[in-house]
């Protein structure tokens, strides 16, 4: 079966650090275009990073410099390592394959993300 | 800019069709986009891909009620034979080197 299972939500203090896990079964990560998006509460979608099937990323302004995608390819996980962490980071976040010409066709259940003090 | 906008919400009675639009910034009308349905309290769902052709690929096990088409830089998905389960938000998404877009979502209440 081909699924994406996130891991690593929780409450973490402003300034803070997470890093969240995405497992996938069915597919080859390394293969693949790989996404992470969020959701703020009662928000719509907003996409945070891409790696590439070469290795390469993409990152919008929104979490430039504080946020890293990568992955390991003998787990066949994605990562999310999210720094320097504000109350406005506060979101689910979800894992997505993020394919070249269909959009994002796979996603996570999402896991919650609650930045506070 | 990359942009797609979507009314914020739409209607229609069980049984009824209804048609969702997407649409794409001006000077994009070639870029195709993909739907996707959330539930309440669930997590994001691939419907299918809608072409600049205006065809569509539909993911795995989406019924046949919902389709997709475009005119110009709009992208549209129908979902006919309403459902009680269909009642979701709608978000359309698109791509280009570097980025990926959502539209703001539309939420689609069946009466």
């Known amino acids: 079966e081909v699924q994406l299972v996130e891991i690593g939500g929780g409450l973490v203090q402003p300034g803070g650090s997470l890093r969240l896990s995405c497992a996938a079964s069915g597919f080859i990560v390394n293969n693949n275009y790989m996404s992470w998006v969020r959701q703020a509460p009662g928000k719509g979608l907003e996409w945070i990073s891409v790696i590439y099937s070469g290795g390469s990323t993409d990152y919008p302004d929104s979490v430039k410099g504080r946020f890293t995608i990568s992955r390991d390819n003998s787990k066949n996980t994605l990562y999310l390592q999210m720094n320097s962490l504000r109350v406005e980071d506060t979101a689910v976040y979800y894992c997505?394959?993020?394919?070249?010409?269909?959009?994002?066709?796979?996603w996570g259940q999402g896991t919650m993300v609650t930045v506070s003090s | 800019q990359l942009v797609l906008t979507q009314s914020p919400s739409a209607s229609a009675s069980l049984g009824a069709s209804v048609k969702l639009t997407c649409t794409l910034s001006?000077?994009?009308?070639?870029?195709?986009i993909a739907w996707h349905q959330q539930q309440p309290e669930k997590g994001p769902r691939y419907l299918m891909t809608v072409n600049s052709d205006g065809s569509h690929n539909k993911g795995d096990g989406i019924p046949d009620r919902f389709s997709g088409s475009i005119s110009d830089t709009e992208r549209y998905l129908t979902i006919s034979s309403l459902q009680s389960e269909d009642e979701a938000d709608y978000y359309c998404?698109?791509?280009?080197?570097?980025?990926?877009?959502f539209g703001g979502g539309t939420k689609l209440t069946v009466l």
């Open positions: 998404q698109t791509w280009d080197t570097g980025i990926r877009v």
């Open positions: 997505a394959r993020d394919t070249v010409s269909d959009g994002f066709d796979i």
């Open positions: 001006s000077g994009h009308s070639t870029y195709a």
